[in-house]
Structures are given as structure tokens and as C-alpha cells.
């Protein structure tokens, strides 16, 4: 656990943090709103006194009543992670900025987000999926997928037993979405 | 009617066989006979008037009967040696350490369904792998494997060579571009470019050497390097040699400039849609090539059919068999007999836990290979031609085991660099190689 | 009867491919673009050509499908299709128990699967705050340095195999033979071995894997040298991998490139030293980097950090306590509500899980981080403007693994 390294971002990024610097284990954990993610990525990146050069992942996350996108950076300077969270995006038009700008090779991590999630990264050139088929239609990782449901949209739909057409009997909206608790 | 078919169905399968084969002999033969009374004398002017003619076709059929062997051979070969080098076993299945492996393969590739696929360019596509085939075995009608075993002794011998082994890029072309497939064009292409960039060095690289014999014929070519192994054209010539053999290497389409075919990035180049006995062709022509520039490689520089050193002594072993009267038959039949039983004794006698008849088997077994020891023996001193083919053999197989063991250690060049290879370095080199021997023969006269 | 029936319009649900009514052959329309980098990329200038590589192709290692845009021999431009291999991993984690996740990404990497298994495992053990014991630490890092040396080992042969030299494969395979028997001998399994738990490994070291291991790491280090003189000192080998595909330490950064790779740009970034995990902070070992940047380089940073692997198996052997190898937890694991981001240096890069963790005894949300899958974006840059065969060459020396690309 980095001690200076939270009370350097506690500082630096006073203004805009929404909770407190987290630190658990080797991770140091910051949210900032959707509109300061790029001026923090900037900030985080570009000052010397961070120097953040490293995106080690981007990934998103649903938490069942709104979306994230989190980073994971890394530094010279120190032996933690920094964990970048972005929360309070909408579900229903999940949208987000791109890092593509500093990161290139955040390209297809943030088309794996958009197969997933569906969240839509602005600045990003490629935006398109990567695993799933071009007409696919539903974003799996979404805790309110289904494959059944998904697939009698599907152009396959009906054909396969795997892809019949049906959902689980109970299912509704607000059974089936698993909600973090405390995430 | 039904009588007929009673008797046909009681006959026995050689039966059936006889009752059909009978009567065409019959038939056939004497027709024959009847022909030859009628025509025989015309039938005979024609060929002797005509020699060169039937000498040629009787010549390009037993290449072409000869390149099948051979091809089996070769492709055991690179199994067995790539094999050993990898640390594998390679094949042990068919035949004695799996020497039949290649031909089960060659039957095999038969058997497989002969597939055109819809939408290749039919006639080209039938016509490539015949190309590529006959390009390859017709060059093996200039190889001087012995002075008695030549098949056809051109004057301008190596200039037919060339010419028509160049021709076989024009098969591969075909196949390449009748495929409708990316891969097989890319092959194809690089094919070409491939074999056009080493003809110059390849031609230009053996021009030192007609200046040094004064003559295009390989016999001749041949006959200027008898003498001791100092005589060959690799001690006289070695930067051409160096040049010649990387410009086979190229030309045959093998390791590290494998190109045409590189599975990596092609797949199987100009041979991707071919499947059955036309892939056969391709995969056949490829090792019928190896052992031509191989002999061609042994001609030109190795020396040919001369021994590396001149025998000083040429024994007589002289047995006029007719003094044997009797004794002669005799002989034939007691000799396996007696010399068996002598062979076998020993191992009778010393190994004790071997039965009997294993021990008759292994005595008959070595004085088998004991009398045909004995009988090539003779035969090395006593036919000229033999010996000749013997040598011719040795080299050319040498030179096939280096193409196997470049094979199995080399990676592959890029097409950039096979290509600046050839321009930049082999042609400069084969043409300072043309102008060293022209001065060096200007002043030694 | 007519011949329209015999043939339908689709030949089958799956395939998107039409049919030329009146001809009997297939072609496939171009996609229509979804992204102004693949208008970019599907708009053809004149002579130029699409190749197709892949999903079955000799050498995509596994089934990778690279769109290649080629003037002659030139690479214009590339566009990898992934998703052939995708098994939806990170779904199936979601609805598995912490120790089913486990064995889930094992079969990732398949040629390293031990460092998939130490990633999630380290962020369940940072999910439930427990402490390893120290013999299963080191038992740990005995196992995934030897499987790292397996996976640079195969990277060798195959490396030497996508540029068309057909021995080093089976040269260097012999090492992996020996390692895999090893590894099945102490976890029962030769691939896939589901080894590590939730706070220590499935039992002790054994016998038959001591004996094994000792008899291997007296002569490891003298066969892996006579098997790289078949390819260091290639003429045509180092001719071919020399100034291709060079990637600088910026660029390096800025593409998130990780492990060998990135060393081989001049970033000496390596987890084991700067972010410490398990025991690696009191052995002994080297960061080898290079700067050159190029295959050569990322190549030889391999070899050299074959060698490394076997000096930390050497103390390893020579400093291992005695004590359990599993420390005291529930069988039913159900972490606090958190969030942990569990890291190993694997073969190829950084191998990170990060896990949600709502309090239930699954994962909420089990993110696999895989650096083949960001390394593969490389192959388009790095081709660019080089010939077809390169990109088999620059493809083997970034070393992806498809099935941890494609999930």
C-alpha cells in the first residue's frame, strides 16, 4: 500500500473525486465523474509527478442499475495499482469517452467493452465487435442477457437447439438482474 | 444362349481369365504375324530409316517409367532423414524400416477423389500438373548417366536442359492462375519471378565451363573431367559451382527457397485447390527434380560417372564357363546348396539356442548376400557401364542428402531477399566468374 | 423438378455468403463498413488485393482469421476477425462459485495454464484477505516458472516453424515433454492443471515429480543451449528477424504492450520485481531487456529469460520450507462485497483478473485481462508497408495464444 501515492491524488484531484481514495492490498482506487475521466487520464498520464504511462487493463462493468468503465494503470513510481473508476453511466444508452487518444492500444479493449456492454466509446475509430457476429444483436455480459432471448432475433433463430427461442418461465426484468451490493 | 452363360458361371476366376485372354492372344498374335509377313520389311525400313525418331520415344519412355521409382525413393529419403534429424522415428510401418511408405502414398494420392473445383479454369487447371510433370522428366533424357547409359547425347545437351526445365514454371504458372484462388496466383507469381531471376545465374554460372570444354554436350563435358577427382570442374570452377547449386536450389524450388509453396503464408501456393493424383503430379515433379539438378550437378561439376581416382589396376577375373561341361549345372545346383550349409554351420555350431531352420535361413541368408557381393563385384570390374552408374549414383544421391539436410535445418529466405540474392550478388558473381575464365584461357591458351 | 431447389439461397444459416443465381459458384460480398477505420481498410486502391488467412490456416496459432490487404507481395493493411475461439469465459465465471471460475480460465492460455490460474487466485486471496503459506508459495512459483519455460520453449519452435524451418519444433518440444510429464506427474494433468486453490495448491510436491525435476535441471540448461544454436546462429533466421517489426518503448507504452515483449522495447517492467507477488522478492534473477525492439530482440529476451527461469527454480529447490501448503478457509468461499485486481508476469505479459466480488459465493464480475489479446493488435501496425511472409514472422515473435485472445 502506497500511502504518498493516495495523498498525492487526495490533493491533486480534491475537486473532483466522489468518494475518498481507496487502498486495499496493492490497489489505490479513485472515481471520478464521467465528465473529469479524460482530464484525469490526462492528468494521470502526463504529469510528472504520476506518470501513469501504463493501461494495463480497461474493462466495464455492469452493476445492474448503471454502468462503469475501469481502468487499471500502472507507474514507475509506485508499487500499486491504480484502479480508475468510472461510474454512473446510463444502462439504457451506456456512453463513454474514449482513451484511445493516449492509449491506442486501448482500441480493442474498449470494442471488447462495447461487444459486452453496448457502451458506446466516443473517439474511438473501430467501434464495431470483436467477438460476437456482426449481426448479433444483444450485448452478453449485461446481467440482463439471455441467450434465448437473444436469439430469436437472431437470424440463426429457431434452427439450433441451442438457440431455440424461449425464456426462463419467471424471467421479468426485475427478477432476472443480478445488482451488486456493494460494488 | 443360357448354355454359355451356364458354362461362364461354373468356370473358376482363372478360368473366366483364360477364356478372355485366350482368344485376344490368339487373335492378336496372329494378327500380328500376319502383319509382319505382309508389312514386315516396310515395317522395318521405316525404323531403320527413322532411328533418332523411335530412339527418342523408346528413350522418353523409360525416363518417364524411371522417374516413378525414383520420385518413391527420394520422398522415402526426405521422410526418413528429416525424420532422424527432427528425432522422430519418420515412417516404420510398411516395408522394411518403412522403405514402402512412399509408394503406399503414391497409392493413396491415387486413390483420393480426383476434385475439380467450380469456377477453376478447366482445361488449364487439367493441363498444369501434366506440364509441370513432363517439363521435369524430359529433362532426365540428357543426363549422361554413364557413356553407354545416355539416353539422348545432344550437342547443345545443357542449352536443352535449361530450355526445357525452364518450361515447367509455365505449368506451375498455369496452376497457379486456372485455380481462381489468391493463394495459388501468389504462388504462382512468385514461382515465376522465382525461376525467372535464377535462370541468368544458373545459364551464366556453367558458361566458364563450355569456354574450358568448348562444347554445350554434357558426355563431352563429362569426358573433360576424367582424370583424378582434381580434374572436376568444383576445383576448376568453384565459384561457379557455388552459384550453380544455390541456383538449383532455387530452381527446384527447395529449402530456403521454398517460396512457391510456403505453407505459412500461402498455404500450398500454386498447388491449394489440387487434390488426388494431379497433386501427386506437382508433389512427384518436385522430388523428380531434386534428383535431376542433382545429377545434372554431379555432371557438370562432380565429375560424372569418373572415379574420384583412376583405378591403377583392372583385374581379369576371366572363367570361360564353357571348360565346365557337366560340371556347370552342377555347380548351379549344389552351390546354394553347400555354401548354405557352410554358412550356416558356424551359427549352428556356436549359438546353441537357435533352432535349425533359423540357423539354415541366416546361413542362406548371408551367402546371399555374400554371392551377390561377389557377382556385383565382378560385374563393377567387368562392366564398364555399371561401375560408371555406380559412381554417377553415389554423387547424385550425396547431393540429394544435401538438399534433404538443408531441408530439414534451414528456414525459409523472404521473396525480397531470394530475389536481391540473385540480382545483386549470384548474377555479378557468375558474370566476374565468366570474365576470370575467359582471361585465364586467353593467356594459358 | 426444377434446379432452383436442389440449390438454396443460403447454403446455410450460418454462412452469409450468397449464391450468383445461374452460376455455379460462391462469392462472398463485401461487408458493408461499420467504422471509418474498416471503410478505410475495405476500400480498394488500384492493385490491390484481399487475402484471407485464417481461421484455417497453417500458421494463425489456433484459429485467428487476419483479413490482409496486399499490393503484390506488400502488406497494405491487416484487420484480425477474432471471436472464433470465443467461449464467453467471463459469463461462465458469473455464474459459477469462486472455485468453478478456477477452472475456467484454465484452459485460456492453454499453453501456460498455471499463470491463469494465479491470477484469479490471487484476486480471490486478495477478495478474502487470507495469507498463503510460504511452502505454497514456493511451490507456485517452482510451477509457473517452469511452465514459463515450457511456453518460451514451444514459442522457440514455433517461431523457427512460421519461418519455414521444419526441426526446431520437435527439438524444442523435447524440453516441453519433459516439463509437461513433470507437471502431470504432480497435478495428474498434462495441459490444463487446475493446480492452484484459493489460498495454496492442490497438495504437496511428490515424489516422482522430485525426481523428475531433478533429473532434468542437471542437464535443462546444457540442452536448451544446443537447441538454440539451430536458430541464434542462423544466418537466414537472424536475417529475417533483425529490424522487422521494430516497436519502440513509446509506442510500446501507448499500445499497452506488457512481459517480453515490452522488455524487448527497452521498458525493464517486470511484475515479478516491481510489483511483487508470492516469494519473488526474495529470489534472486535478472530482468533481461534489450532495446533493439525488433523480433530478433523479442526473441532472444525470451531465451534469456529461459535461462533466469531456471536460476529462480535452482534457489527455489534450495530454499523450500516445510509447513502445509494450504491455509484454513471455508469450503464455501464468499468473500466480503469488494473489488480486487489479482497480476502475474505470465509468458507473455501481464495475466490479470479483476473481481467483483457482491457478497454472494460467485463473482459478480470476473474480468480476464490477457496481453496476447492486446498484442495481437500490433500485427497491423508492425506489418505495415512488410511482405506477406513477415506477418507470419511478426505474428510468432509477439507470441498471442488465441485461445487467451479470444476468451
Not at chain 1, 83 to 108: K, N, Q, Y
Not at chain 2, 112 to 128: G, H, Q
Not at chain 2, 169 to 193: D, P, T
Not at chain 2, 355 to 376: D, E, K, Y
Request: charged content about 20%.
Amino acid at each position: 500500500m502506497d500511502r504518498a501515492l493516495a495523498r498525492d491524488l487526495q490533493e491533486r484531484f480534491s475537486d473532483r473525486l466522489l468518494v475518498p481514495v481507496r487502498q486495499r492490498h496493492d490497489e489505490t482506487e479513485i472515481r471520478v465523474s464521467l465528465a473529469n475521466a479524460v482530464d484525469t487520464l490526462r492528468a494521470l498520464h502526463d504529469e510528472p509527478a504520476f506518470g501513469f504511462e501504463m493501461l494495463i487493463d480497461l474493462c466495464g462493468v455492469d452493476t445492474g442499475d448503471e454502468m462503469q468503465v475501469v481502468y487499471h494503470l500502472a507507474a514507475a513510481r509506485s508499487a500499486d495499482w491504480l484502479r480508475l473508476i468510472v461510474p454512473g453511466i446510463d444502462r439504457a444508452a451506456p456512453r463513454a469517452p474514449s482513451a484511445t487518444f493516449m492509449w491506442p492500444g486501448a482500441e480493442w479493449m474498449e470494442r471488447e467493452a462495447y461487444d459486452m456492454f453496448g457502451i458506446i466509446f466516443e473517439g474511438n475509430r473501430d467501434l464495431r465487435r470483436i467477438y460476437m457476429p456482426d449481426d448479433y444483436q444483444s450485448h452478453p455480459l449485461r446481467k440482463d442477457f439471455y441467450l434465448a432471448d437473444d436469439a430469436s432475433r437472431s437470424p440463426a433463430a429457431g434452427v439450433r437447439n441451442m438457440e431455440r427461442a424461449g425464456t426462463p418461465r419467471d424471467a421479468t426484468a426485475a427478477t432476472a438482474v443480478r445488482r451488486a451490493k456493494g460494488a | 444362349m443360357s448354355g454359355l452363360t451356364t458354362t461362364w458361371a461354373r468356370l473358376t476366376p482363372a478360368g473366366r481369365a483364360l477364356a478372355v485372354l485366350l482368344p485376344i492372344v490368339v487373335i492378336g498374335g496372329a494378327g500380328t504375324t500376319a502383319l509382319l509377313v505382309a508389312f514386315g520389311g516396310a515395317i522395318g525400313a521405316t525404323i531403320g530409316a527413322n532411328i533418332p525418331i523411335v530412339r527418342f520415344l523408346a528413350a522418353s519412355v523409360i525416363t518417364f517409367l524411371i522417374t516413378v521409382p525414383t520420385a518413391f525413393l527420394l520422398i522415402y529419403m526426405e521422410m526418413k532423414i528429416i525424420a532422424l534429424m527432427n528425432l522422430r522415428i519418420g515412417p516404420d510401418r510398411v516395408g522394411p524400416f518403412g522403405a514402402v511408405m512412399s509408394v503406399v502414398h503414391g497409392l493413396k494420392v491415387l486413390m483420393k477423389e480426383d476434385y475439380t473445383p467450380p469456377s477453376v479454369d478447366v482445361p488449364v487447371f487439367t493441363l498444369a500438373p501434366v506440364v509441370v510433370y513432363t517439363a521435369s522428366f524430359m529433362t532426365l533424357l540428357v543426363i549422361p548417366f554413364a557413356p553407354a547409359l545416355t539416353s539422348m547425347n545432344l550437342e547443345l545437351g545443357l542449352l536443352y536442359f535449361f530450355a526445357v526445365g525452364g518450361f515447367g514454371v509455365v505449368g506451375l504458372m498455369m496452376a497457379g492462375w486456372s485455380s481462381f484462388n489468391k493463394y495459388s496466383l501468389l504462388g504462382g507469381i512468385r514461382a515465376a519471378a522465382q525461376a525467372i531471376s535464377y535462370e541468368i545465374p544458373l545459364t551464366l554460372s556453367v558458361v566458364g565451363i563450355v569456354i574450358l570444354t568448348g562444347s554445350l554436350s554434357l558426355t563431352a563435358i563429362v569426358a573433360a573431367q576424367s582424370g583424378s577427382f582434381l580434374d572436376w570442374f568444383i576445383f576448376r570452377q568453384p565459384l561457379a559451382a557455388i552459384i550453380f547449386f544455390i541456383a538449383i536450389t532455387a530452381e527446384s524450388n527447395r529449402t530456403p527457397f521454398d517460396n512457391t509453396e510456403a505453407d505459412q503464408e500461402i498455404v500450398a501456393g500454386f498447388a491449394t485447390e489440387y487434390s488426388g493424383m494431379r497433386f501427386g503430379f506437382f508433389f512427384f515433379a518436385e522430388y523428380v527434380n531434386v534428383f535431376i539438378v542433382s545429377a545434372l550437378f554431379s555432371a557438370v561439376f562432380l565429375g560424372g560417372s569418373h572415379a574420384p581416382i583412376n583405378l591403377p589396376f583392372h583385374p581379369e577375373i576371366n572363367v570361360d564357363l564353357g571348360t565346365l561341361g557337366i560340371g556347370l549345372p552342377l555347380l548351379a545346383g549344389l552351390a546354394p546348396v553347400v555354401g548354405t550349409i557352410l554358412c550356416a554351420a558356424p551359427i549352428w555350431l556356436f549359438a546353441p539356442r537357435v533352432r535349425t531352420w533359423q540357423a539354415l535361413l541366416g546361413g542362406f541368408l548371408i551367402f546371399g548376400g555374400l554371392s551377390t557381393a561377389a557377382i556385383g563385384v565382378w560385374a563393377v570390374a567387368m562392366l564398364p557401364p555399371v561401375a560408371d552408374l555406380l559412381f554417377f549414383l553415389l554423387k547424385t544421391f550425396t547431393l540429394v542428402f544435401i538438399f534433404v539436410w538443408m531441408r530439414g535445418t534451414l528456414p525459409r529466405a523472404r521473396i525480397d531477399q531470394l530475389m536481391g540474392f540473385a540480382w545483386k550478388w549470384l548474377l555479378p558473381a557468375s558474370l566476374l566468374n565468366i570474365f576470370a575464365t575467359a582471361i585465364a584461357v586467353l593467356i594459358t591458351g | 423438378m426444377t434446379t432452383e431447389t436442389t440449390r438454396p439461397t443460403r447454403p446455410s444459416l450460418d454462412d452469409p455468403r450468397v449464391a450468383i443465381p445461374g452460376s455455379s459458384s460462391w462469392y462472398e460480398p463485401a461487408p458493408t463498413p461499420q467504422t471509418e477505420r474498416q471503410a478505410e481498410f475495405l476500400n480498394l486502391r488500384d492493385g490491390e488485393m484481399f487475402i484471407n488467412m485464417g481461421p484455417q490456416h497453417p500458421s494463425t496459432h489456433g484459429v485467428l482469421r487476419i483479413i490482409v490487404k496486399v499490393n503484390g507481395e506488400q502488406v497494405i493493411d491487416l484487420d484480425p476477425v477474432l471471436g472464433y475461439l470465443h467461449r464467453g469465459v467471463e459469463k461462465l465465471c458469473e455464474n459459477a462459485d469462486y472455485h468453478q471460475a478456477i477452472c475456467y480460465t484454465d484452459p485460456l492460455e492453454y499453453v501456460s495454464s498455471l499463470f491463469c490460474e494465479a491470477a484469479p487466485v490471487a484476486a480471490f486471496e486478495k477478495l478474502m484477505d487470507v495469507e498463503v503459506p510460504r511452502r505454497a508459495q514456493y511451490i507456485r512459483v517452482l510451477t509457473m516458472e517452469l511452465n514459463r519455460i515450457a511456453s518460451h520453449t514451444l514459442f522457440q519452435g514455433w517461431m523457427a516453424l512460421d519461418l519455414g524451418g521444419l526441426t526446431p519444433i520437435l527439438w524444442s518440444f523435447i524440453e516441453r515433454d519433459e516439463i509437461v510429464d513433470m507437471l502431470a506427474a504432480l497435478t495428474g494433468q498434462k495441459l490444463l492443471y487446475n493446480y492452484y486453490r484459493i489460498g495454496g495448491v492442490n497438495g504437496d510436491l511428490n515424489h516422482e515429480f522430485m525426481s523428475r525435476l531433478g533429473a532434468w535441471m542437471s542437464r535443462a540448461a546444457k540442452h536448451i543451449d544446443s537447441n538454440l544454436g539451430l536458430m541464434n546462429e542462423n544466418e537466414l533466421f537472424v536475417r529475417r528477424t533483425r529490424d522487422l517489426g521494430t516497436l519502440d518503448a513509446a509506442t510500446a507504452l501507448r499500445m499497452g504492450v506488457t512481459g517480453p515483449n515490452l522488455r524487448a522495447s527497452g521498458v525493464p517492467f517486470d511484475l515479478r520485481r516491481d510489483r511483487p507477488y508470492l516469494v519473488y522478492p526474495e529470489l534472486e534473477f535478472d530482468v533481461p531487456t534489450r532495446t533493439e525492439g525488433d523480433a530478433l530482440a523479442r526473441y532472444l529476451v525470451r531465451i534469456e529469460e529461459i535461462k533466469q527461469s531456471i536460476r529462480i527454480i535452482d534457489q527455489v529447490l534450495h530454499e523450500m520450507p516445510d509447513g502445509p501448503v494450504m491455509a484454513k478457509l471455508p469450503r464455501l468461499i464468499r468473500p466480503r462485497p469488494g473489488r480486487a485486481f489479482g497480476a502475474v508476469e505470465g509468458p507473455r505479459g501481464v495475466y490479470g483478473v479483476y473481481a467483483i466480488s457482491d457478497g454472494t459465493d460467485q463473482p459478480f464480475r470476473m474480468r480476464i485481462h490477457d496481453p496476447s489479446f492486446v498484442h495481437l493488435q500490433l500485427v497491423g501496425p508492425l506489418t505495415r508497408g512488410n511482405l506477406i511472409a513477415d506477418t507470419m514472422a511478426v505474428m510468432a515473435s509477439l507470441d498471442p495464444v488465441m485461445g487467451g485472445v479470444d476468451k
